[in-house]
């Protein structure tokens, strides 16, 4: 069974960092394409990054150059660094698998950026 | 780049009725990369329509999509009472990138 367990949310200051993790079972993250999306309280659903092959990665222009999505293969885990944080990334994030479209999803983890 | 419109924003309903709700989009979307997704309240989205048509695993028949170049449709036949919650269309814009609509809320009337 698919499995996509999210950690890692936290009340943050503006500026601040943050690391988010994301679990996997069932399959591995190696041989998939791994997204994060998020949502801001009440509102729709954005993409915000994406890796596949390892080293391919990809942004929303709203955080490029701030944050970075990465995996860790032994632990099947996918993470998004998340640097000089605004109050406009406050938001539950959800990772997702599938290339086209999101086939699993996670229960997501609030992030808050408020001082 | 393109945008994802969804109507109506909110559909009042009774259990048992149909409901029909549209994803617009600015351009032309291959049917392969468009996308239905159901969200109920505290919950993650959960997708319902790959492909435009196809329904995911595990999802009821009373689901339907249907449309090709920038109308898609998603349809449900018969409302249940765990149908009502908010529906996502989403594209894959290449890049790769997903963009999704603003969303389509089904309440109980």
């Known amino acids: 069974e698919v499995q996509l367990v999210e950690s890692g949310g936290a009340l943050v200051q503006p500026g601040g960092s943050l690391r988010l993790s994301c679990a996997a079972s069932?399959?591995?993250?190696?041989?998939?394409?791994m997204s994060w999306v998020r949502q801001a309280p009440g509102k729709g659903l954005e993409w915000v990054s994406l890796?596949?092959?390892?080293?391919?990665?990809y942004y929303a222009d709203s955080v490029k150059g701030r944050f970075t999505i990465s995996r860790d293969i032994s632990k099947n885990t996918l993470y998004l660094q998340m640097n000089s944080l605004r109050a406009e990334d406050t938001a539950v994030y959800y990772c997702?698998?599938?290339?086209?479209?999101?086939?699993?999803w996670g229960q997501g983890t609030l992030v808050t950026v408020s001082s | 780049e393109i945008v994802l419109t969804q109507s109506p924003g909110t559909l009042s309903l009774s259990p048992g009725e149909g409901a029909t709700l549209s994803c617009r989009a600015s351009?032309?979307?291959?049917?392969?990369?468009l996308a239905w997704y159901q969200q109920r309240p505290g919950q993650a989205p959960r997708l319902l329509i790959y492909?435009?048509?196809s329904r995911a695993t595990g999802i009821p028949d009373r689901f339907s999509g249907s449309g090709s170049g920038t109308d898609f449709t998603l349809t449900i036949s018969r409302l249940e009472p765990e149908d009502f919650a908010v529906y996502y269309c989403?594209?894959?814009?290449?890049?790769?990138?997903?963009?999704f609509g603003q969303g389509t809320k089904v309440e109980i009337k």
């Open positions: 997702a698998t599938g290339r086209y479209y999101g086939d699993y």
């Open positions: 069932g399959f591995t993250v190696s041989g998939n394409y």
């Open positions: 890796i596949y092959g390892g080293t391919n990665t």
């Open positions: 351009q032309s979307v291959s049917s392969t990369y």
């Open positions: 492909g435009a048509s």
């Open positions: 989403q594209q894959y814009g290449g890049s790769p990138k997903w963009t």
